[in-house]
T-cell receptor, first 109, second 115 residues
């Protein structure tokens, strides 16, 4: 079964601390993995995707097929990073996205 | 471009009623997808439409239906509403080229409350 698991509902860190939001997936094949972010009172937006291997707002994520993980990392958290983060998987059949339940990141001053 | 737009913003319905939610995609986007987001959960896929045809359907009962119009806007219909249908309904549009589906851009959602 296709599934995305985000084990932490809430992650609270202090400004300047490293952040790692965990994401594990279950999929037989070659999925596309994404991280979406939703800031307060804003719409869901794409943060990054594994195929582009880029860093957005200081965040990076590496696809580990052996561990079926796609953890989101940032070396130094900022207060403006506080938001809901969703890991998502897209199968190779089309555009359907399968989301995890989300992790709320709270960065304290 | 205002991005993906959805109407109405909020809606309150009674059990057993039906509801129609509307979505206008970004100009040039021909694919529209619908998601249901229950409080505290991630979005769950309901439908995908491309060129007015259903291209995918999630695990939802037949009470849920949708369609896409020639201008690529879309409607989501839910009949015989249940309390459990209370959720934020998200619409997303994307470009499609061949078999490739590009980034999905989400609308602000419609908050449906069933009493």
């Amino acid at each position: 079964a296709q599934r995305v698991t985000q084990p932490e509902k809430l992650l609270s860190v202090f400004k300047g601390a490293p952040v790692e939001l965990k994401c594990n997936y279950s999929y037989s094949g070659s999925p596309e993995l994404f991280w979406y972010v939703q800031y307060s009172r804003q719409r869901l937006q794409l943060l990054l995707r594994h195929i582009s291997r880029e860093s957005i707002k200081g965040f990076t994520a590496d696809l580990n097929k052996g561990e079926t993980s796609f953890h989101l990392k940032k070396p130094f958290a900022q207060e403006e990073d506080s938001a809901m983060y969703y890991c998502a998987l897209r199968d190779n059949q089309g555009g359907k996205l399968i989301f995890g339940q989300g992790t709320e990141l709270s960065v304290k001053p | 471009d205002a991005g993906v737009t959805q109407s109405p913003t909020h809606l309150i319905k009674t059990r057993g009623q039906h509801v129609t939610l509307r979505c206008s995609p970004i100009s040039g986007h021909k694919s529209v997808s619908w998601y249901q987001q229950v409080l505290g959960q991630g979005p769950q896929f309901i439908f995908q439409y491309y060129e007015k045809e259903e291209r995918g359907r999630g695990n939802f009962p037949d009470r849920f239906s949708a369609r896409q119009f020639p201008n690529y806007s879309s409607e989501l219909n839910v009949n015989a509403l249940l309390l459990g249908d209370s959720a934020l309904y998200l619409c997303a549009s994307s470009l499609v080229s061949g078999r490739a589906v590009y980034e999905q851009y989400f609308g602000p959602g419609t908050r449906l409350t069933v009493t």
